[in-house]
């Protein structure tokens, strides 16, 4: 069970924002693609988590005094232990280089891609951290820490010595199964540091140097899917629905309309009057359309 739900990084909503209307080196794309498999993962790890009854914290960042915000991706609170996850879902198969890996770039005649720090060593500093809080709080448990790779199609090559604290894709169920075999439910002292570490949840919102420059002028005036978040061109002012060529759904102009504004509102972080909303939507849509999209959400907010 989880009384908190996960929510999309702020940092992804605002690249899914941009995607479509800003251009993006190189750096970026990575980043944005690091983003997306990285909540990927985390979805679909909760999904899994959620079968058993353990008390599970989605994604918790704390702040220590003289640190940086530090973040756990999953936690299990059993009455027994608390156990730490580090979710990856990589991409692209990857070698194993100690503290690093290098992940293969698909390119033949240059096969070596870029090279991060190895997710053991990401989790073993969190630990670290993580062990301090539970100091710092009172919180005297066992403490198991696990890498989840999520991704099936994931192969890490070079490891020197089989490690049982990385799980890939085929180990999980059987490690879940394992898990909830041996653990007892959670009591009230579980639910009472539940509560302790969820007050130590940190806004990370503003904490992103990350994210590319942009302004209102500097923003392609398109549209996009509400499904795939692709650009749709060629909408008739008189159409309801248009068939994205991209997903291959049916999406009404309404949603096409209630996305455009949700993204303005991401990206600038107020809500756009009806000639901005015009605008922003490469003045696709009569004024009434949209006016009828502002007042709903007027009503609902």
């Keep these: 069970m989880s009384k908190k739900m996960r929510q ?78 580090e979710v990856k879902w990589f991409s692209n198969p990857a070698v194993d280089r100690g503290n690093k ?15 991060y720090e190895h997710p053991r060593e990401q989790l073993e500093k969190a630990t670290k951290k993580f ?8 919180i005297e448990k066992e ?3 696990y890498v989840m790779f999520t991704n099936p199609d994931f192969v890490l090559y070079g490891m020197e010595d089989w490690s049982f604290d990385l799980l890939f894709h085929s180990e999980i169920d059987a490690h879940l199964s394992k898990l909830a075999a041996s653990t007892i439910e959670p009591d009230a002292e579980s639910h009472r540091i539940y509560n302790l570490l969820m007050k130590q949840d940190h806004d990370t919102s503003e904490d992103m140097p990350f994210i590319p420059k942009y302004n209102y002028d500097s923003l392609r005036k398109v549209v996009k899917c509400p499904e795939c978040n692709e650009v749709i061109t060629g909408i008739l002012k008189s159409c309801h629905s248009v ?18 504004l949700d993204d303005y509102k991401i990206l600038f972080k107020q809500t756009p009057n009806l000639p901005q909303l015009h605008d922003w939507t ?10 009828r999209v502002l007042k709903k959400n007027q009503k609902e907010n």
Aim: net charge positive.
């Design 101 to 115: 890996i290098q992940f293969f770039s698909g390119d033949k005649e240059n096969p070596n891609g870029e090279i």
């Design 8 to 85: 999309k990084p702020n940092a992804l909503k605002i690249y899914d924002a941009l995607y479509g209307r800003l251009y993006f080196n190189k750096q970026q794309w990575l980043k944005y693609g690091n983003l997306k498999d990285g909540y990927k993962g985390e979805v679909w790890a909760d999904q899994n988590f959620e079968k058993y009854g353990w008390l599970i914290i989605k994604g918790l960042s704390f702040h220590l005094e003289g640190d940086y915000v530090c973040q756990i991706d999953t936690i299990i609170i059993t009455r027994d232990k608390i156990i730490l996850y």
């Design 243 to 260: 068939f994205c060529i991209h997903c291959h759904k049916k999406v009404t102009v309404n949603d096409i309309l209630q996305k455009s």
């Design 131 to 138: 062990k301090r809080l539970m100091w710092k709080l009172g």
């Design 143 to 145: 403490l198991e820490t």
């Design 282 to 291: 490469g003045e696709m849509f009569d004024r009434m359309r949209i006016y």
